[in-house]
């Protein structure tokens, strides 16, 4: 991601570890955020080929040769793009970022129930080109696709999870580093719960360094992380793509390269521990919804996931968010 990159979760472009092999990355939807996904994996070496599929068949050609263009420049990789879901066969990754596009006075529910619909046609024959790939769920809401698309797929649970969190804890991270002045590489904290507004910081196990951040009381007496430091700190992780969006539409540089982590840790097999959306079991009493917390991530997809410590009011607040999920979800007749 680019706000946080992190020496336990994030690590530096350019990897070359699993490449030995052919590695295939296919992007389903070359918009904004599929086309900078397609961007930010080549540059960072993720895989050998890109493939990129949409029903605007000029544009996804279009992408595929703009991104072509600059192979030269970057870790050797093949881009190809088509309207044809043949393109996907035998991925190693499938990355959805197709959805509907959310309308004025739309609501949450009504844009979940939309992008399903699109979901529920295109996942089945995807999953049929492309059996053994690991699904990365990239669309809003995120939490509640995610969910819905395991039941629409039938997929293992481990083999399609969710983006979740791992964009808003890199904002997270990045706002907590702005305000203490340190190096945000030296942050270590984690968004849980809803990628919306029902999410919460684990302030309880975030560490700066190795100074657990509760016990952080700034440097020459200045970044202090008090209490209302932290609220205001909360507000700005949830309120930050709601002023991108406001300003330029959309927000795609940050959530590129938040995903094009999550398909190197798979790729690689890397076993990075990333704030990934999947279907909880039993996780601190949490069954059979889909929201983000610390989880293991490599070839085989999500695996476990971390019992973090949390407070008793950061766990009120993890179940008053999955119950939220779960409501929506039933609604939606899930």
């Given at each position: 991601m680019s706000e946080?990159?992190?020496?336990?979760?994030?690590?530096?472009?350019?990897?070359?570890a699993g490449l030995h092999r052919r590695t295939k990355l296919a992007i389903v939807g070359a918009g904004a955020v599929g086309s900078t996904i397609a961007y930010a994996a080549l540059m960072r070496g993720a895989a050998r080929t890109v493939a990129l599929y949409d029903i605007n068949t000029a544009k996804v050609e279009a992408e595929a040769l703009d991104l072509g263009h600059g192979?030269?420049?970057?870790?050797?990789?093949?881009?190809?793009?088509?309207d044809d879901m043949a393109v996907c066969a035998d991925a190693d990754v499938v990355v959805i970022t197709a959805g509907a596009k959310q309308k004025p006075g739309q609501t949450r529910i009504?844009?979940?129930e939309a992008t399903i619909s699109l979901i529920s046609t295109m996942l089945p024959p995807l999953v049929e080109v492309a059996p053994h790939a690991v699904y990365l769920m990239v669309t809003n809401p995120v939490d509640i696709v995610t969910y819905a698309a395991l039941k629409i797929s039938g997929l293992p649970p481990a083999q399609l999870f969710g983006s979740g969190t791992v964009l808003d804890s890199s904002r997270l991270r990045y706002l907590i580093a702005?305000?203490?002045?340190v190096a945000v590489q030296n942050v270590h904290a984690y968004v849980a719960g809803e990628h919306?507004?029902?999410e919460l910081p684990l302030w309880s196990s975030a560490t700066i360094g190795a100074v657990p951040l509760l016990d952080w009381h700034g440097i020459r007496g200045r970044g202090q992380l008090t209490a209302e430091a932290r609220d205001q700190i909360a507000h700005e992780v949830v309120e930050s793509a709601?002023?991108?969006?406001?300003?330029?539409?959309?927000?795609?540089y940050a959530v590129a390269l938040a995903s094009s982590r999550i398909i190197e840790a798979v790729i690689n097999d890397e076993q990075r521990i990333l704030p990934i959306s999947s279907l909880l079991d039993s996780y601190y009493g949490i069954s059979d919804v889909c929201l983000s917390v610390p989880t293991l991530v490599g070839r085989d997809?999500?695996?476990?996931?971390?019992?973090?410590?949390?407070?008793?009011?950061?766990?009120?607040?993890?179940?008053?968010?999955?119950?939220?999920?779960?409501a929506v979800a039933r609604r939606l007749g899930f």
């Open positions: 946080n990159v992190d020496s336990d979760e994030l690590g530096l472009p350019g990897t070359t192979v030269q420049f970057m870790p050797m990789a093949e881009v190809v793009g088509s009504d844009l979940a702005q305000h203490t002045g919306g507004d029902t709601y002023r991108i969006i406001a300003g330029k539409g959309a927000t795609n997809g999500a695996g476990e996931r971390l019992q973090v410590p949390m407070s008793a009011e950061e766990l009120a607040g993890l179940r008053r968010s999955a119950e939220s999920l779960t």
